[in-house]
């Protein structure tokens, strides 16, 4: 028997993932409802999808789909690779 969890309780749980990552970064915090949702939720999502979204790019680059090169201050400027995909120039 399958043990899946209902749309419902996923959300929920979602939810108090993002919570308790927030407070485990600023154990200190303290806020309404109103709060939580207009500041600590968002900022959650906002780490969550960089990370998520860094990853990809990193595997991007490990294929050849894009190039990256480290500019003077630290970042990282991501491009196509023309070498790979010279039809999209």
Request: hydrophobic share 35%.
């Amino acid at each position: 028997m399958s043990h899946r969890q209902n749309p419902k309780q996923t959300d929920w749980r979602e939810v108090e993932c993002a919570v308790l990552a927030y407070l485990a970064q600023h154990p200190d915090a303290a806020d309404t409802l109103d709060g939580i949702v207009s500041w600590w939720l968002p900022k959650q999502r906002y780490e969550t999808e960089r990370q998520r979204i860094e990853k990809a790019l990193d595997l991007m680059v490990e294929r050849g789909q894009l190039r990256c090169d480290r500019l003077p201050g630290g970042n990282v400027l991501y491009a196509l690779n023309h070498a790979d995909h010279p039809s999209l120039q």
